[in-house]
């Protein structure tokens, strides 16, 4: 007797538009393991992040406060997947957009809000998209390995960002911390409902939308998903592969950029150490559980935007890491991939001699 | 003061030496693992956890390559077995390792043990300029040394080295010579997975000997990189991983002579050596010197028909 998979004809839609969800549910199971060595009684720790996160007008404002750089950063990591382009760099596409809106806003001295408002974004969609950019053309002119690229750009960018706010930037004010000066109030998004909740969140669903329309409704869309699955046919059909390569990178890049002026118009208010905690890491996850849907990633960015909301409360009342929600995204990651492999094959066992 | 640094420069290249060698292991079975970041962080953990317990650091060192060695079993099982993508799981594993030993290491933050002390090789360590730096250095460093020799002579003095680069070659070919195709992978993937965990517990048992939350602080991606470099040999993995211990001890030295230049730029040198390497390398490849293995990143199914 022995096990053998069997590739299926067809697989059912159910079970691959459920997978994603078992997936995490599996996780949800597994990690709770985890929390039982690390002495956390998980079933009490799954019941707070839902009560922190959702349980209160309070909670789901600062879980869309969350779900706003996410969205952001998946749409962009999520644009380069489409396209086979691994773009691993979105946390230092954040810092760098972070950085670009600073300098405006720090800087310029613009007093129209939305003057101000357009500069700081141009600024941080240019800034991201640039870092990107250098992968992508590195990736374009000589096939280097853009996954390594970008990540390493995003060691750079955050000592980048460490540099000038423990450095030049840093606040003559501010009682030696790493942040800059606060930001003029014409530099600033405008809140609601009397919560952290900034019109960053409402631009993000925007940007979704009109991601889903560039690549179901027009020629560029197009273009990206046939050299993304055939870019052997892609350059028979005449297709500039090298410079879509380029000019996808940049624009993922880009958009993961705005996260940064998100942030830092919306919430901060000001460049700082660590503004972002790891949130181009989590688009990575968003845009592989989304596959390849625009609406797919705010939905799956609200969910990891709950996540880390309760991973902060938890990190509160039971003092564990905030890193913990990394081992809980990885294992999101692995049983996706191994629910792939049932949705692909069929596993039977099957009877008589080894060699049969 | 080329002795010290030279000295410098082997100490900060060792842990990147190990990751290489054993992203090597995996790369010549046909498995990218971009889970290096995250094996080194286990390894570090589970070798300082063991030798704070038990005392010993050979036991943290058996310790750091068992744990990393079963964590990468999930990544081999994934895409060896389940045929997953590489790159995702290979992720999946760095972010993982980040969070558990992030977890399990609170309790360790703050302990101190006897880290690895130096061990003087008789002779050897008295050649001029080389002798100290190579030969007056702790166990650890001889068993990279050791590594180094023994990966090559296994990838081209045995049979089941030429076995295991036919797999990453060519594994239909393997297959039909009767190599348990699979079997190689999920092994190369699980002991290479292993090594890296011993450049971790280098870490955390003899560079600095404690535990710091994140202390890779990125060696396993620039490891990922010098693989590349190396064209998957060690001989020059071994190059490589020298190469950045001297960049780091360079850019350490400037910092103790108290240089003007910021601290956060000099740390970002490393990383920027790195891409210019990756790219130089990159570009020389394309020049016809490939050495990649030629079924790198994709799983292998016997039904399918190329």
Redesign the interface.
């Known amino acids: 007797m022995r096990l053998i998979a069997e ?1 299926r004809e067809n697989s059912s839609r159910l079970f691959r538009f459920s997978a994603p969800f078992v997936s995490v549910l599996i996780a949800l199971f597994v990690a709770g393991f ?1 929390l039982i ?2 002495g956390v009684n998980p079933g009490e720790a799954y019941v707070e992040i839902f009560r922190e996160a959702l349980g209160s007008s309070y909670g789901l404002s600062e879980t869309l406060v969350k779900t706003t750089p996410l969205i952001f950063a998946g749409l962009g990591v999520s644009l380069a997947f489409r396209m086979q382009i ?1 773009n ?1 760099g979105a946390e230092g596409q954040i810092y760098m957009g972070a950085m670009g809106a600073s300098w405006v806003a720090l800087f310029s001295g613009i007093q129209n809000h939305w003057i101000m408002l357009a500069a700081m974004f141009s600024a941080a969609f240019c800034c991201g998209g640039l870092w990107a950019g250098v992968a992508g053309f ?1 990736r374009a002119k ?4 853009e ?3 970008t ?3 995003n ?2 960018a955050i ?2 960002v ?2 000038l706010v ?2 030049p930037w840093k606040d003559p004010k501010g009682f030696n911390f790493p942040l800059t000066a606060q930001f003029s109030d014409a530099a600033r998004f405008s809140e609601y409902f009397d919560t952290r909740l900034h019109s960053g969140f409402f631009l993000a669903l925007f940007c979704a939308l009109l991601i889903y329309l560039f690549m179901e409704r027009t020629i560029w869309g197009y273009e990206i998903k046939v050299i993304g699955s055939n870019p052997k046919a892609a350059q028979y059909a005449g297709m500039k592969t090298g410079m879509a390569i380029f000019l996808v990178l940049f624009l993922s890049g880009a958009i993961a950029g705005i996260a940064g002026f998100s942030e830092v118009a919306g919430l901060q208010h000001r460049l700082q150490h660590g503004i972002s905690p790891g949130y181009g ?1 989590t688009a ?2 968003i845009a ?1 559980l989304a596959k390849r849907s625009a609406l797919g990633v705010v939905i799956v960015s609200f969910l990891m935007g709950v996540l880390l909301v309760g991973g902060d409360s938890l990190q509160i009342s039971w ?16 049983f996706l ?2 629910s ?2 049932f949705i692909q094959y069929r596993v039977r066992l099957k009877g008589g001699r080894a060699n049969g | 003061m080329v002795e010290i640094l030279l000295d410098a420069t082997v100490r900060a290249g060792t842990p990147i030496l190990f990751a290489t060698l054993g992203a090597i292991i995996n790369e010549r079975a046909g498995i990218i693992n971009l889970g290096i970041e995250g094996l080194m962080l286990i390894g570090a953990l589970a070798g300082f956890a063991a030798t704070s317990l038990s005392g010993s650091l050979l036991i943290g060192v058996i310790a750091a390559f068992v744990a990393a060695l079963l964590a990468g079993s999930v990544h081999g099982f994934i895409t060896v077995q389940l045929r997953g993508n590489q790159i995702v799981s290979g992720l999946a594993l760095t972010m993982f390792g980040i969070g558990i030993t992030a977890l399990f290491g609170r309790s360790m933050v703050g302990l101190t043990i006897a880290g690895f002390e130096r061990l003087t090789i008789p002779g050897l360590s008295m050649i001029p300029v080389i002798g100290k730096p190579f030969f007056n250095q702790d166990a650890l460093i001889y068993l990279s040394f050791v590594l180094v020799f023994a990966i090559a002579f296994f990838f081209y003095r045995t049979r089941w080295g030429l076995a295991l680069r036919t797999v990453g070659e060519n594994p239909a070919a393997a297959d039909t010579c009767g190599v348990p195709v699979n079997l190689y992978r999920f092994l190369a993937v699980s002991i290479g997975s292993g090594i890296v965990g011993i450049g971790g517990a280098y870490l955390s048992l003899a560079s600095t000997p404690m535990w710091i939350e994140n202390m890779s602080a990125g060696r396993g991606w620039i490891a990922v990189a010098l693989v590349i470099f190396a064209s998957w040999s060690s001989y020059r993995a071994l190059a490589g991983a020298y190469l950045f211990g001297g960049i780091t001890a360079m850019q350490l030295r400037f910092q103790a002579m108290g240089t003007t230049i910021s601290a956060h730029i000099l740390q970002m040198l490393p990383y920027i050596f790195t891409i210019l390497v990756l790219v130089i390398s990159t570009v020389r490849l394309a020049k016809g010197a490939s050495q990649q293995p030629e079924s790198l990143g994709q799983p292998y199914d016997r039904e399918d028909r190329k």
Request: aromatic share 28%; proline share 2%.
């Open positions: 590739k985890l060595f690390a691994w691993i590195l000589w096939r280097v390995n996954v390594i690229i990540l390493l750009m060691y750079i000592l980048w460490d540099y423990y450095g890491y990575i996850i592989w003092q564990l890491p905030v890193a913990f929600v990394y081992a809980f995204q990885g294992l999101i990651l692995f991939l191994a792939d492999f």
